[in-house]
Structure formats: structure tokens, C-alpha cells
């Protein structure tokens, strides 16, 4: 037997809900924003306590760890494009089309 083989290791059980939703509401950020973000990655961290919490029954540290991570770039990303919007319409940008030639 090989001794810098890994020790054999059983596969991982089911991965929590709230994993999964942290995913679905991370690519919800395209759409609402940190409205779905926030939530994304409150429900992340806390499947990553369950699955730590569990001993190895559950799964999906990856999927949680995902779901958080595009939460997160969605909320950063939609708060960014908003600072911009709001800055450009105080610069005078707005959607109007162009200064006023009456």
C-alpha cells in the first residue's frame, strides 16, 4: 500500500437548502440587486455552519462558498452601477437626451 495514499474518505451526504437558495438568490442579484444579496449570503454562511456542524453528514461547502461569492460581486456590482447612476444624473447626464435648445 502506498503511504502518501489519502486515506479513504466516504463521499459527502446531501447538500443543505439553504446552500442551494444561497446560489439561486446570488444570481438573483442581476435582477434586484442587493435586495437578493444580502440574503445570498446570510443564507451562505449559514449553511457553512450546518455543514461544519454536522460531522461530515452533509455536503456542498463548494455550493455555499459559491452562493456567498456571487452574492457578494452581485451586491458590490449593483451598488457600484447605482453610486454611478446617481453621480451621473447630478452631473447633469440625465436621460433627458441632451441640453434644452428652446
Same mark, same amino acid.
Given at each position: 500500500?502506498d503511504?502518501?495514499?489519502?486515506?479513504?474518505r466516504?463521499?459527502?451526504g !446531501?447538500?443543505?437548502?439553504?446552500?442551494? #437558495?444561497?446560489?439561486?438568490? @446570488?444570481?438573483a442579484t442581476?435582477?434586484?440587486?442587493p %435586495?437578493?444579496?444580502?440574503?445570498a449570503m446570510?443564507?451562505?454562511r449559514?449553511?457553512? !455552519?450546518?455543514i $461544519?456542524?454536522? $460531522?461530515?453528514?452533509l455536503?456542498g461547502r !463548494?455550493?455555499?462558498?459559491?452562493?456567498?461569492?456571487? $452574492?457578494?460581486?452581485?451586491t458590490?456590482?449593483?451598488v #457600484?452601477? %447605482? #453610486?454611478?447612476?446617481v453621480? #451621473?444624473v447630478?452631473?447633469?447626464? @440625465? %436621460? @433627458? @437626451?441632451?441640453?434644452?435648445r428652446?
Amino acid at each position: 500500500m502506498d503511504e502518501y495514499a489519502e486515506p479513504y474518505r466516504p463521499p459527502a451526504g !446531501r447538500v443543505p437548502s439553504t446552500a442551494v #437558495l444561497s446560489v439561486v438568490l @446570488g444570481l438573483a442579484t442581476a435582477l434586484f440587486g442587493p %435586495l437578493s444579496g444580502v440574503p445570498a449570503m446570510v443564507l451562505a454562511r449559514q449553511a457553512t !455552519r450546518q455543514i $461544519g456542524a454536522s $460531522g461530515g453528514v452533509l455536503g456542498g461547502r !463548494r455550493v455555499a462558498t459559491a452562493g456567498f461569492v456571487i $452574492g457578494l460581486v452581485g451586491t458590490v456590482l449593483s451598488v #457600484l452601477a %447605482l #453610486l454611478v447612476f446617481v453621480w #451621473l444624473v447630478s452631473q447633469g447626464a @440625465g %436621460l @433627458g @437626451g441632451g441640453p434644452d435648445r428652446s
